[in-house]
């Protein structure tokens, strides 16, 4: 089995929402995307993924509310020790200039120093969503790997 793209949300509408962008407006196919209603439901994935030779291209990791960030922070580094080709791209309800409290930092300042990719703050879904999507795939080796994507 292989994902171009494991969506992370507690929330099935979020999945649900970034699944739609990807396969109508990024032309991902269906079975090229999987979700995890969590972070270690994400790492559990991808490790079996990995463990029978498959291949995960990118993961998208909604930081919902109450996620003080130790769930990403997990995931993140997990995928730096284990699985650094894999990019992960986090979206938010967070504007990317927020602050982060008692860092001194933006929100998306943190999350790359912690090792995400980019971070799209909720409006800016759709096709920066892909877009970034794709850059994230290129990067990671994934549509050179599968013979390219749409």
């Keep these: 089995m292989n994902y171009a793209v494991l969506i992370v949300s507690p929330q099935p509408s979020m999945r649900q929402n970034t699944r739609f962008a990807l396969e109508k407006v990024g032309h991902f196919p269906s079975h090229e995307i999987g979700e ?21 291209g990118a993961v998208i990791h ?3 509310m109450r996620d003080k960030g130790a769930e990403i922070k997990r995931l993140l580094d997990h995928l730096k020790a284990n699985h650094p080709s894999i990019p992960v791209i986090v979206t938010s309800i967070y504007d990317s200039k927020a602050a982060v409290q008692g860092l001194g ?4 300042e943190a999350l790359l120093r912690a090792g995400a990719y980019a971070h799209i703050p ?3 879904k759709g096709n920066v969503l892909v877009g970034w999507v794709n850059n994230a795939l290129e990067a990671s080796g994934y549509k050179a790997w599968r013979g390219g994507l749409k």
């Design 36 to 56: 995890a209603a969590n972070g270690d439901e994400a790492i559990t994935t991808i490790d079996d993924i990995v463990a029978k030779s498959g291949r995960v």
């Design 62 to 64: 909604d930081l919902g």
């Design 105 to 108: 930092l933006s929100v998306a």
């Design 122 to 124: 909720l409006g800016e």
